[in-house]
């Protein structure tokens, strides 16, 4: 089956099991009280699947909670500044955005060929550039390689609905630095990515900190 054929097979289904659901909700309102309503979180996780899986990344991308999670990641990278796109681990900058620097640069121990806005290294660069047919390395591209390395995670869906603790907790193994990765390096604090998704205009439905 094609990814289209499979997107849209996956949203009829999660339709099918919304009105089923729906019904089977009118129908126990209509024989018991409601002091105890059952609670849809299977059929929640249900459809926030789908939503992931159909969502387009490159319609996501301009999405004021997609560019305010992309902020985040920003900060957590130490790329905000001026140059933050063209940032290579340790520090220094490369020259063109024409591709990936592909250049090991060595700090604290570590060597590493982490480059741009949200520290792509080589081989992941490769892998979304391929997927979303990017023709360069340059920030567009970049924020776009970026949301589709969430949508993997399984957060797209999380993020366009606010749900930013959730996200977070999905792609900090993406990002050593957001809050609760397992890597050991020095991270964002709950409270901190919290303040920083707020200054960005995100609109937060569930608590983060």
Request: proline share 5%.
């Amino acid at each position: 089956m094609r990814p289209v054929q499979f997107a849209a097979a996956a949203l009829a289904i999660g339709a099918a099991a919304y009105w089923w659901y729906s019904n089977q909700q009118d129908d126990q309102a209509a024989a018991d009280s409601q002091d105890n309503p059952p609670e849809p979180t299977i059929l929640g996780d249900a459809l926030s699947t789908v939503t992931n899986l159909v969502t387009s990344v490159t319609d996501a991308v301009d999405d004021p909670q997609v560019q305010a999670f992309l902020a985040l990641i920003r900060v957590g990278e130490g790329t905000t500044g001026p140059n933050g796109y063209r940032t290579m681990f340790g520090g220094g900058l490369f020259v063109s955005y024409t591709d990936h620097p592909r250049q090991l640069n060595r700090r604290n121990g570590i060597t590493s060929s982490a480059a741009g806005a949200y520290q792509f290294l080589s081989g992941t660069w490769d892998e979304m550039r391929n997927k979303y047919d990017l023709s360069n390395f340059g920030p567009e591209c970049q924020d776009i390689a970026a949301v589709g390395l969430i949508k993997r995670r399984g957060a797209l869906a999380d993020v366009l609905a606010g749900r930013f603790r959730s996200a977070i907790d999905k792609c900090n193994k993406e990002w050593a630095s957001l809050p609760g990765s397992p890597y050991g390096q020095p991270t964002l604090t709950y409270a901190r990515a919290e303040s920083v998704l707020v200054s960005a205009g995100a609109q937060i439905t569930e608590a983060i900190a």
